[in-house]
């Protein structure tokens, strides 16, 4: 099979950020999302194949990835996908535990000791000469099965996967408070378009409020 014929996840990101667009302050704090919002994110990742984050989260968050919000079986658990192109993924990170399946997507080069130690615990897919080819990527997990995908990135990991045109739908918790900050992040981070034009769109498919927070669920409008 060519890669040309190669489907490739349905990617839904999903994120939650205050009224000015931070999903995180410059020291890293990140609660925002109300008791039911993280009902909804937890019930999205028992829907999906897969759930992938970058390095940046693993490394802050230390995060378990699996749905544990409300009774779940570990057949609900969807595969966790680390993006991690030096493989810097501490071994002792619960992302890591038995509790379900991980694939850590590594580069040409990520070091060849910490890989193996890595390989113990996790499946290690090296994809791509100095980063993660994050397309290349996609082929791979299409080829495993994964149909969907939950990207619960950090900013500079969900502007790669939505200006490389790997996004499908973007679902966003807006809350009602406004946190400020030069240096907070933002839902997308990169360098950016010069001119409005060439933004990616999104057409708006439902709305909703959730407690106090307001849902927005886009579909990408393909580039």
């Known amino acids: 099979m060519t890669t040309e014929n ?9 994120c939650a950020m205050t009224l000015d667009g931070k999903i995180a302050t410059k020291t890293g704090s990140s609660e925002i999302s109300g008791k039911m919002d ?18 940046n989260t693993v490394l802050a968050d230390d995060p378990k ?18 993006i991690d192109s030096k493989a810097r993924t501490p071994l002792f990170s619960r992302v890591l535990n ?4 991980t694939i850590i997507a590594v580069s040409e080069i990520a070091d060849s000791e910490k890989i193996e130690k ?22 791979k997990l299409a080829l495993k099965g994964v149909k969907t995908l939950m990207l619960e990135g950090g900013s500079t990991l969900n502007y790669s996967m ?3 045109d ?20 933002t839902l997308a981070d990169g360098d950016g378009v010069q001119y409005m034009k060439d933004a990616v769109k999104l057409k708006l498919k ?7 927070d307001l849902i927005l669920e886009y579909q990408v409008i393909s580039q």
Do not use: W
């Open 6 to 14: 190669i489907k490739k996840p349905y990617v839904i990101l999903n």
């Open 38 to 55: 993280l009902l909804r994110v937890h019930e999205l990742r028992k829907e999906v194949d897969a759930i992938m984050v970058g390095i």
């Open 65 to 82: 990835l699996t749905v544990h919000k409300f009774q779940a079986s570990p057949e609900d658990y969807p595969l966790r996908v680390v």
């Open 98 to 101: 038995s509790d379900a399946p």
């Open 118 to 139: 890595l390989g113990e615990k996790a499946e290690v897919i090296v994809c791509g000469k100095n980063h993660v080819d994050l397309d290349l990527l996609m082929e």
């Open 162 to 164: 939505i200006i490389g």
């Open 166 to 185: 790997l996004v499908s739908e973007v679902r966003v918790c807006i809350a009602p408070m406004i946190a400020g900050g030069k240096e907070a992040k």
């Open 206 to 212: 439902k709305s909703y409020n959730l407690e106090e």
